[in-house]
């Protein structure tokens, strides 16, 4: 065996690689634009549930600081359910806007 190296198998060779490194540039480029369905109800439903539990977290520690139990946990377990609502309408806006985009 020579010790030289075959010119045509090295430009075979060269030429796909070329072919494979372009490939993960376009796959790259694809990905990460945006989330599936399912993903953004699932963010939907986190934000609901952490306005709701904040806003019991909040009222509970209230009613335990000046003693008045049932009071500001009903009040701010409302206020942190219109939060988590306005949170998550505020996000299925904004996912309305980039699907009326993609038109």
Known sequence: MSDEPD?????ALSAKLDKIRTKPAEIRSQT????SQGEMA???IIELCAGLMLGLAIGYGLDVLFGTLPIFLIIFCGIGFAAGVRT????ARAMGDTTKEKR
């Open 42 to 44: 699932w963010r939907m």
């Open 88 to 91: 998550m309408l505020g996000t």
């Open 32 to 35: 990460g634009k945006g989330f």
């Open 7 to 11: 010119p045509d198998r090295l430009r």
